[in-house]
């Protein structure tokens, strides 16, 4: 049963912006996704799949990968149950299928040992 759903994906010109959003679904795990660190990894063909951006449950912590700090903003909006990653001065080297990812523990989900995934959305951004 699909409880994160990514969306906000595309095609975008180097330099260009998009902003991703992770809706978390079901009444029970709504509750947990409140509660709960979430945070955004990306895999790009051939390679395996990388930290981007993290947020804890309240939005007070917040951490990013180097190759995205001073670019991407993630943010969090509990009343509409979902975790945006606003990503700005894009890069051929972004693009990837990135997936929305939610855990109890902000080191675990830094690690990327989490208890819930997303299916994930694409971005392109092309030169």
């Known amino acids: 049963q699909v409880q994160l759903v990514e969306s906000g994906g595309g095609l975008v010109q180097a330099g260009g912006s998009l902003r991703l959003s992770c809706a978390a679904s079901?009444?029970?795990?709504?509750?947990?996704?409140?509660?709960?660190?979430v945070g955004w990894f990306r895999q790009a063909p051939g390679k395996d799949r990388e930290f981007v951006s993290a947020?804890?449950?309240?939005?007070?912590?917040?951490s990013y990968a180097d190759s995205v700090k001073g670019r991407f903003i993630i943010s969090r909006d509990n009343a509409k149950n979902t975790v945006s990653l606003q990503m700005n001065s894009l890069k051929p080297e972004d693009t990837a299928v990135y997936y929305c990812?939610?855990?109890?523990?902000?080191?675990?989900?830094?690690?990327?040992?989490?208890?819930?995934w997303g299916q994930g959305t694409q971005v392109t951004v092309s030169s």
């Open positions: 947020i804890n449950w309240n939005g007070a912590r917040q």
């Open positions: 079901g009444r029970t795990f709504i509750r947990t996704f409140i509660g709960s660190n």
């Open positions: 990812a939610a855990d109890s523990m902000f080191s675990q989900l830094v690690a990327g040992r989490v208890d819930y």
